[in-house]
C-alpha cells in the first residue's frame, strides 16, 4: 500500500490500469505526467538506468503508450522497496487524479 496526501492507496499495476479506461477519462494524459516523476525518483535514487528504460518503451512506434505502462511495472519490480514505494505513490496520484476528474473527490 501506498500513501498518498495521508490517505491509504492500492494501485493496480499501470498496464492494466491503462487497459481497463473508462469513457471520458484519458489516462494516457495521466502517464505524460507520471513518467517524469517516476524518472525524477529513479534519478534521485541513483538508478538512472532505469529511468532511461522509460524513455526507450517511449519510442516504440507501435504502441509507446501501453509499453511506457509495462515498463514502469517492471520497473517497480526491480528497484528497492523505498523506491518501490515512492514509485506506488505517483501511481495513486496518477490513478486518482483520473478518477478525481471525472468522477468527483471519492475519497
Known sequence: ???????????????????????????????????????????????????????????????PVMRVAEAMDKVKEAVPGEVREALRAVDCMAQNSQEGATNGDQS
Open 1 to 63: 500500500m501506498a500513501e498518498v496526501s495521508g490517505k491509504v492507496c492500492d494501485p493496480v499495476p499501470m498496464a492494466k490500469w491503462l487497459e481497463d479506461e473508462n469513457e471520458g477519462e484519458c489516462r494516457p494524459c495521466s502517464l505524460a505526467v507520471a513518467v517524469p516523476e517516476y524518472q525524477r525518483v529513479l534519478e534521485d535514487a541513483g538508478l538512472s538506468d532505469h529511468a532511461t528504460s522509460l524513455t526507450a518503451a517511449l519510442e516504440d512506434e507501435e504502441d
